[in-house]
């Protein structure tokens, strides 16, 4: 019988998860299917409650269910508690167990472009879902240090709060949101991380970013990474080329997420040639 995987979102109609999992699906000849349900935010519980009836075999979860699906679940890997946000759920048993592949999806593919994350100074600009997320897979993949800087400082101040346990033994530190501090703060970064939306579809709010960061402040060997994918080259990016810096887009961590969950799935490794090929043409 056929194995039924899918996303839970709202909106979901444009994931393009259920075009990379099919395409591994079909590539590695398992006979199974991943699809989107749109699951309103007081349907959720309903949702989770129906994944036994149905024998879905595995779920992601995306906005706006992330966070809420927490408590809805037999357990929660301590990661996914930390960052405070679970995308992938599979069974243990009889057991429904949440998991953040967003965080090892980063970094694997951070290190699949060839960037050194052992040792290294990393700034993540932003305090959402995204940084939480980055922190925690910068932290494990042996960041030693990591600034966060928002436009709301109480926000990046409260990101560090209730990670700092969770990222020891990297160092957690907050950057004000302010030109002098971002230049001292860029001069003494390996690593950049745009985490913010600001951004997404390159509107005004995506210049004034890349206006308010000084990215020239960065060292020659800095890389600067955008975990927006649309577009791949967001105005940061293109600012970061512009200055000869090695740039990495989202698109590498929304495969690498996948790759994780389908990985967990089906215990299999991912086809990843494929899924991103998948990815390229949704
Ligand atoms: P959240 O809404 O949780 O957080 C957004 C963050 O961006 C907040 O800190 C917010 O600040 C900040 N922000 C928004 N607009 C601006 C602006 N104009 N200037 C400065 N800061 C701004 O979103 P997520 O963290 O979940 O996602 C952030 C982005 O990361 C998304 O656009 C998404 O596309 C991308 N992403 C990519 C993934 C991938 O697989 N590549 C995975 C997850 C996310 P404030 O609180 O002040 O509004």
């Known amino acids: 019988m056929t194995d039924i995987y899918g996303i839970l979102g709202f909106p979901v109609g444009h994931s393009?998860?259920?075009?990379?999992?099919?395409?591994?699906?079909?590539?590695l000849g398992i006979d199974a299917m991943y699809v989107p349900f749109a699951v309103p935010p007081e349907r959720l519980p309903a949702a989770i409650a129906s994944i036994r009836p149905l024998n879905l075999r595995g779920l992601n979860v995306t906005l706006p269910h992330k966070t809420n699906v927490i408590p809805l679940l037999d357990r929660v890997e301590p990661d996914a508690l930390a960052i405070g946000a679970v995308n992938t759920l599979f069974f243990e048993g009889d057991k429904l167990v949440?998991?953040?592949?967003?965080?090892?999806?980063?970094?694997?593919?951070?290190?699949?472009?060839?960037?050194?994350l052992q040792g290294a100074r990393v700034t993540v600009v932003g305090a959402g879902g995204a940084a939480r997320a980055s922190v925690v897979g910068l932290?494990?993949?042996?960041?030693?240090?990591?600034?966060?800087?928002?436009?709301?400082?109480?926000?990046?101040?409260?990101?560090?709060?209730?990670?700092?346990a969770a990222a020891a033994p990297a160092v957690l530190r907050v950057e004000t949101w302010e030109r002098a501090a971002h230049r001292r703060c860029m001069s003494e970064t390996d690593l950049l991380i745009q985490a913010t939306s600001a951004t997404l579809d390159d509107g005004p709010a995506a210049a004034a970013l890349a206006e308010a960061l000084p990215l020239d402040a960065l060292p020659d060997s800095a890389a600067v990474?955008?975990?927006?994918?649309?577009?791949?080259?967001?105005?940061?990016?293109?600012?970061?080329k512009d200055l000869q810096k090695q740039t990495v887009d989202g698109l590498g961590m929304l495969l690498y997420q996948g790759a994780i969950a389908f990985e967990k799935w089906t215990g299999q490794p991912a086809p990843i040639k494929v899924m991103q090929a998948a990815l390229d043409a949704s």
């Open 16 to 27: 393009r998860s259920p075009a990379m999992h099919n395409s591994a699906f079909h590539a």
């Open 98 to 116: 949440g998991m953040n592949t967003d965080a090892p999806g980063l970094t694997r593919s951070l290190l699949e472009a060839g960037l050194r």
């Open 139 to 164: 932290a494990r993949a042996g960041a030693t240090r990591i600034s966060i800087t928002a436009r709301r400082t109480p926000e990046a101040e409260k990101l560090v709060a209730e990670l700092a």
């Open 225 to 240: 990474v955008d975990l927006v994918y649309k577009p791949r080259v967001t105005s940061v990016l293109k600012l970061a």
